[in-house]
């Protein structure tokens, strides 16, 4: 299953969690950054320990291809989620999205390297 199908079939989580929690719309506008926020890092943080650990089993010469599986999983991360946030008309929404993004390709890249 495709990220983008992932995150469609989840419908901006982030953002209905956050409308769950949350009354006033300041509240919510903060809370959804703060998961976009947190998402973003995570993500950061993971793809950077997996791009060591590629490339560690790159350079042992144990599976020469999956450098070039891992950034072909990165680029269609980054064109998918731009394709698909990118038609949030609400900042809210787009924010949200990106969050979700984030979270599903988090996943596909714990996947990856188990």
């Known amino acids: 299953m495709s ?3 992932a995150v469609t079939a989840a419908s901006a989580s982030a953002l209905d ?3 769950a929690q949350k009354q006033a719309e300041a509240d919510i506008a903060l809370c959804v950054e703060t998961a976009q926020l947190r998402s973003t890092n995570h993500l950061r943080n993971l793809s950077n320990t997996t791009r060591e650990a590629v490339s560690e089993e790159t350079r ?3 599976r020469r291809s999956r450098m ?3 950034r072909k999983l990165e680029a269609r991360h980054v064109h998918e989620r731009n394709t698909l946030c990118r038609k949030q008309t609400d900042p809210l929404e787009r924010r949200a999205c990106i969050a979700d993004m984030n979270d599903a390709h988090a996943a596909e890249l714990k996947r990856f390297m188990e």
């Open 3 to 5: 990220m983008l199908l």
């Open 17 to 19: 969690d956050c409308r």
């Open 68 to 70: 070039r599986e891992y």
């Open 60 to 62: 042992s010469g144990k």
